[in-house]
């Protein structure tokens, strides 16, 4: 009983029936009006027949006299399916006719009945038989007789009670239907939801890997559930990524927080000037360094959470590239490397222009710096060129890679494979990159420039954004 409850207090249910009730009475209405109206036509038919009925019977009597009335009103009133004939006195009293009585009153006034009126034929006289029902037309003659013309309306009737029956009967198959449907549709529709709330519960006790069902039918439930596993997906990795963050910064800010105490203590100890400065120098480029970290987890928590800063609009690809090229070709140089640019020109996508220049100076800067100097090839290689349906932007270098079971870990924040942190840095760059990415809607990959060099397979890191 509680899952008929359940059932009828359901949107959809609710929708149904009301459609099937709005149906129901526009129906009726309709074939009601037809009725009406095709009523109204039969009766005007009916009207205009015994018209031309009466005409007749009037040229009878005045080529012959009341005796060719009779006769002819006789004649006519032995056909088949004949009409009503009666001739009256002039006090009203039935005289001739094939009607056995009629409604008192009816020959006092001349013309069209007011009302269908109730009469009996011969054969039915008793009371086994109800009164059948008729309009008829009375006509007063110059001797003061009169003669009334009527017609049986039991073809009217017939057409009304075939109709009402009709409708009765498609309204009664709509409600049985209806009914089907609903517990047909309505049972499985809760079987739906209660996995639904099955699964939500589970959810809400904490299992953020449990996941909506979906039935493969592509329905309102199928789409609701994805949507939903899309947002859980979400929040479960936004979950992950901030208990990450919580172990990672209390692991990686204790190091330079500790060397920023140290340098602090030596800066007071210190009694020469020039010791002093230079604590104090040390103290700035760790603080530096600090809050080039806390930048960075910013950055990426207002890319993850599509902050407003992050508005995406058309941009030169191809420009931007050129331009971060051309900066860092001298940090390069320096470090003893050659930066190579191989950029497709007239590249334009829909994307954020700072984010991807940020991502893009992060790549060039990590190649310099863990590029490595014994390698044949002493060149990093930036690239942008069309990509299937989309565009990949790659930054090459020769040094020692990234083993390929290690490439997932590095796309976690502050995730460094150098251990011994001796190359500066705050291991969120490839997070970073990856946030960007996410957020335009394309993918990051990495792999080996060279497989086939085993001491210098290099890394390639490609940004692939949608056409």
């Known amino acids: 009983m509680a899952r008929f409850r359940l059932l009828f207090l359901s949107t959809a249910v609710r929708l149904s029936a009301l459609f099937i009730l709005i149906f129901a009475l526009a129906a009726g209405a309709l074939v009601l009006y037809v009725t009406a109206m095709s009523e109204r036509l039969l009766i005007a038919e009916i009207r205009e027949s015994l018209n031309q009925e009466v005409a007749a019977v009037q040229r009878a009597y005045e080529r012959g006299g009341i005796g060719q009335l009779a006769r002819v ?106 009914l089907l449907l609903w517990l047909f549709i309505g049972r499985n529709a809760l079987k739906r939801i209660d996995r639904i709330s099955d699964a939500s519960k589970k959810i809400m006790a904490g299992d953020l890997a449990q996941r909506l069902p979906v039935s493969g039918s592509g329905d309102e439930f199928d789409r609701l559930s994805l949507s939903l596993n899309e947002m859980l997906e979400r ?52 603080a530096d360094q600090i809050i080039r970290t806390f930048d960075a987890l910013l950055m990426i928590s207002r890319v993850e959470a599509g902050s407003q800063a992050a508005t995406l609009s058309d941009l030169d690809l191809s420009a931007i590239a050129a331009d971060c090229v051309e900066l860092y070709e001298p940090v390069a140089e320096e470090a003893g490397f050659r930066l190579d640019a191989r950029i497709a020109p007239g590249i334009g996508i829909k994307g954020n222009r700072e984010l991807i220049g940020q991502t893009l100076a992060n790549l060039i800067d990590n190649a310099i710096k863990y590029a490595d100097g014994d390698a044949t090839e002493r060149l990093i290689r930036v690239s942008l060129a069309p990509d299937g349906e989309g565009v990949a932007l790659s930054v090459a270098d020769h040094g020692r890679g990234i083993p390929e079971d290690r490439r997932a870990d590095v796309l976690k924040r502050f995730v460094r494979l150098d251990e011994s942190r001796t190359k500066p840095g705050t291991g969120l760059g490839l997070s970073l990159a990856e946030a960007v990415m996410e957020l335009h809607g394309g993918a990051i990959a990495l792999s080996h420039t060279d497989a086939s060099d085993k001491e210098h397979p290099g890394l390639t890191v490609t940004l692939r954004f949608r056409g």
Do not use: C
């Open 73 to 178: 009103m006789d004649i006519r009133a032995r056909q088949p399916g004949a009409n009503l004939y009666i001739i009256a006195g002039p006090a009203g009293d039935m005289l001739a006719g094939n009607v056995a009585s009629v409604a008192p009153g009816l020959f006092d006034k001349e013309g069209w009945t007011a009302e269908p009126f109730p009469y009996r034929r011969y054969q039915e006289e008793n009371a086994k038989h109800p009164p059948r029902v008729a309009i008829a037309r009375v006509v007063f003659l110059d001797n003061g007789m009169r003669i009334l013309v009527g017609r049986d309306l039991a073809e009217p009737g017939a057409l009304r009670f075939l109709v009402r029956r009709a409708i009765f009967v498609t309204v009664g198959a709509m409600g049985l239907g209806a």
């Open 235 to 286: 929040i479960g990795k936004l979950s992950e990524g901030l208990r990450q963050v919580s172990d990672n910064i209390a692991h990686d800010l204790k190091t330079p927080l500790t060397r920023l105490k140290n340098r602090a203590t030596e800066a007071l100890a210190a009694e020469e000037p020039d010791a002093r400065r230079q604590s104090l120098e040390g103290i700035l480029t760790e």
